[in-house]
């Protein structure tokens, strides 16, 4: 009778990674003009003191509320800063952010999705920890803690960040819960691999796609909303010059210069639109599938 024997840890296949290529950045028009807006905003808030013609910090009253000019290429506003270059400025900011709470909402969350998934006794409590957050509207949650604990960056970074962490860590939880059942996973617990080597070799991968996604909704929810709380006056400190504080000081003279929202608003709308259409392309790439059922509708 023979005896069936059990695979060595390293014989186990594990999770396919995503086949992620960047050629999905021009696969149409639309996405083609979406990354070349992006990358020329990233570049410009990249190279800000070096492209900027003048000092987005210096006042000069006698130079307030001028029109567009060979000096000052989108005028000033009413302090007699140059628009243009807060403008250049506070994508730094804008883009800074967005990134920031994309990165760090998916290492947390994808740390307590895993755990959560694999874990039934952690599940029950943290993802009620999660749907108490949830429940909580985004901006509102941003406001109390901004007010909490004084405007600064990081401040503003933390609390946009944390109403991001429970979409993140649910997306991962549902991800592990599907993946744990495969005959690979099931295998590898059989043979006694240590739990460390199971979530990172395992169930880690599953989770790559969906959190690439994500983390591009992330930063596009991230820049709207440090816009929205430099607009009400609960975001990084005034003189610091972001889009939404630009806007937030130009609402005042909006009927006689509403240049000084316009140009702020339209950065702000081509970057977050931007992301959104990249994301979506991101999507479409990694699951094909999902680009065929839309396209039947």
């Given amino acids: 009778m023979a ?13 396919a990674p995503p086949r992620f ?17 992006l990358a020329i905003i990233v570049v410009m808030a990249i190279l800000a003191p070096w492209i900027v013609p003048h000092d987005p910090m210096l006042l000069a009253p006698a130079q307030r509320l001028k029109p567009a000019s060979a000096q000052y290429l989108l005028g000033t506003d009413a302090y007699g800063r140059d628009v243009l270059s807060r ?8 883009l800074l952010i967005g990134l920031g709470a994309a990165v760090v909402s998916i290492v947390i969350g994808l740390v307590i999705g895993l755990v959560s998934g694999f874990f039934k006794w952690v599940d029950a409590v943290m993802m009620r920890i999660m749907d108490g957050l949830m429940a909580i509207p985004a901006i509102l949650l941003a406001i109390a803690v901004v007010s909490l604990s004084g405007a600064s960056l990081m401040t503003v970074l933390v609390a946009i960040t944390i109403p991001e962490i429970p979409r993140v860590a649910r997306l991962v939880r549902s991800v592990v819960l599907s993946a744990r059942e495969e005959p690979y996973v099931e295998a590898a617990i059989s043979v006694g691999s240590n739990l460390p080597k199971i979530m990172w070799r395992h169930l880690m991968p599953n989770t790559v796609a969906p959190l690439i996604v994500q983390g591009t909704y ?10 929205i709380l430099s607009f009400l006056g609960a975001g990084i400190s005034p003189e610091v010059p972001t889009w939404g504080n630009i806007m ?3 609402r005042a003279y909006f ?21 959104n259409l990249i994301g979506d392309a991101a999507r479409d790439a990694l699951d094909p599938r999902m680009k065929q059922r839309e396209g039947r509708k």
């Fill in 3 to 15: 005896i069936e024997t059990l695979p060595e840890p390293s014989s186990i296949p594990l999770a």
């Fill in 21 to 37: 290529r960047l050629g999905f950045l021009t696969a149409s028009p639309i996405i083609a003009v979406a990354t070349a807006c």
């Fill in 87 to 94: 403008i250049i400025y506070g994508g730094r900011i804008s």
């Fill in 218 to 227: 992330v930063c596009a929810s991230a820049i709207l909303t440090e816009a």
């Fill in 248 to 250: 937030a000081e130009g």
């Fill in 255 to 275: 009927q006689i210069k509403p240049s000084l929202i316009f140009w702020p608003g339209l950065m702000l709308s081509i970057a977050i639109l931007s992301v």
